[in-house]
């Protein structure tokens, strides 16, 4: 088992900035491929960005890309999700997500095992 606990969200204005943290437990870090969603009010869960074991790999959706920036530090056992510029649209709930076993997680929510609970980021325009 996995446990994952997202922080960092909240309300911020438009061209503001954000840094979700999402410590893991429970498994060796550095055999998670891990990654970030979201998820707005009426609509599906979307990937945002992923990150290989050792980090030296990422991804991010296009929404995203330039403006936020996936990390990990494996020595704590956590992942970050550094956003800036943020815009009225990147309003959702942000979940984490760790994908087993597997160097890379890639972008499709239904190859990850273990989820954490959420946590919402409001941009106010």
């Known amino acids: 088992q996995v446990q994952l606990v997202e922080s960092g969200g909240g309300l911020v204005q438009t061209g503001g900035s954000l840094r979700l943290s999402c410590a893991a437990s429970?498994?060796?870090?550095?055999?998670?491929?891990m990654g970030w969603f979201r998820q707005a009010p009426g609509k599906e869960r979307e990937f945002v960005a992923a990150?290989?074991?050792?980090?030296?790999?990422?991804y991010y959706a296009d929404s995203v890309k330039g403006r936020f920036t996936i990390s990990r530090d494996n020595a704590k056992n956590t992942v970050y999700l550094q956003m800036n510029s943020l815009k009225p649209e990147d309003t959702a709930v942000y979940y984490c997500?760790?994908?087993?076993?597997?160097?890379?997680?890639?972008?499709?929510?239904?190859?990850?095992?273990?989820w954490g609970q959420g946590t919402r980021i409001t941009v106010s325009s």
């Open positions: 990150i290989s074991w050792s980090g030296a790999s990422t």
């Open positions: 997500a760790a994908r087993p076993h597997t160097y890379f997680g890639g972008s499709d929510p239904e190859h990850y095992d273990y």
């Open positions: 429970g498994r060796t870090f550095t055999s998670l491929a």
